[in-house]
């Protein structure tokens, strides 16, 4: 199976060199990485460029944005800018974060879960982050949900999702919408990737609301809402984010933001995330 990878990045001088020779060293190569240097203002396009020197199926992509980095909006739009260099000769497509050690048997491991089921629709493994000198789970999520960091896609299911929504939730709403379409989605707790940087690191104040429209977005409504960012405040260790999330709901929801998703998908979501939560409780 023929996979493109687009990687977007800011600023990603002293670690993308680490991303894109564990993406060289597969033991499935990739058809095409295609690098987004998003308006970084230091060296990460003469990084990328000595890969390209080195390596035919790797190029790059300038593009000009927002210096500020929020969450959602802007590395989707960069994703995008990478993605639109590419043709439609690939089976699955992935976007992943500047900032990965994969190991090296990553994709193709990724690929037999793919050959496994036709209807498998994404596929990832899980993020680890250093703590006190050992790799520790990065949990921030349930175990069935891939990072936003690690997606990759079976070509028709990327297309009938309509591809990534330039958005906080996009990660999410993929989901959602490959259960939506009934297609499968496979988590593979074997596949341990270094995240040299913890999740938000470099996230604007402002971006604190972003999770709270998000959840608005999505169709969650407020019951489901306020226990999801709950849960997510928890998670973080961070209990008054629980008061950011909520505000952010009724912000979005006072300002009439238009959904991610469709009345019926809102409703398919809704129902969906309830049946989790009683699953879990009972």
């Not at 048997?105 to 703590?131: L, P, Q, W």
């Amino acid at each position: 199976m023929n996979y493109y990878i687009v990687i977007p990045s800011h600023n990603e001088e002293k670690l993308i060199s680490l991303t894109l020779q564990s993406l060289t060293e597969q033991t499935v190569l990739p058809s095409k990485i295609v690098v987004v240097n998003d308006n970084s203002t230091d060296n990460t396009e003469e990084v990328v460029a000595e890969f390209t020197k080195k390596y035919s199926f790797i190029s790059l992509v300038n593009n000009t944005s927002n210096a500020i980095h929020m969450p959602g909006s802007k590395v989707i739009q960069a994703f995008q800018k990478g993605f639109e260099t590419l043709d439609d000769n690939y089976d699955l497509i992935v976007k992943i974060d500047a900032d990965l050690i994969f190991p090296n048997n990553y994709f193709e491991t990724i690929i037999r879960h793919f050959k496994s089921d036709a209807s498998i629709g994404m596929v990832g493994g899980f993020c680890y982050i250093e703590k006190n000198g050992e790799w520790i789970l990065e949990n921030l999520t349930d175990k069935d949900h891939i990072r936003g960091a690690l997606k990759a896609y079976r070509k028709e299911t990327f297309k009938q999702i309509g591809g990534l929504k330039p958005q906080m939730g996009w990660d999410t709403v993929d989901e959602l919408l490959c259960k939506f379409y009934n297609w499968k989605v496979v988590t593979d707790a074997s596949l341990k990737v270094k995240h040299l940087k913890p999740t938000g690191a470099n996230y604007n104040k402002t971006a604190r609301y972003k999770q709270g429209e998000a959840f608005y977005t999505l169709g969650y409504g407020f019951i489901i809402t306020a226990i999801a960012s709950a849960k997510l405040s928890f998670m973080k260790k961070k209990p008054l984010l629980f008061f950011d999330y909520i505000k952010g709901f009724w912000k979005a929801k006072s300002a009439k933001t238009s959904l991610l998703v469709t009345k019926e998908q809102a409703k398919f979501i809704r129902n969906y995330r309830l049946k989790k939560m009683k699953e879990k409780l009972f």
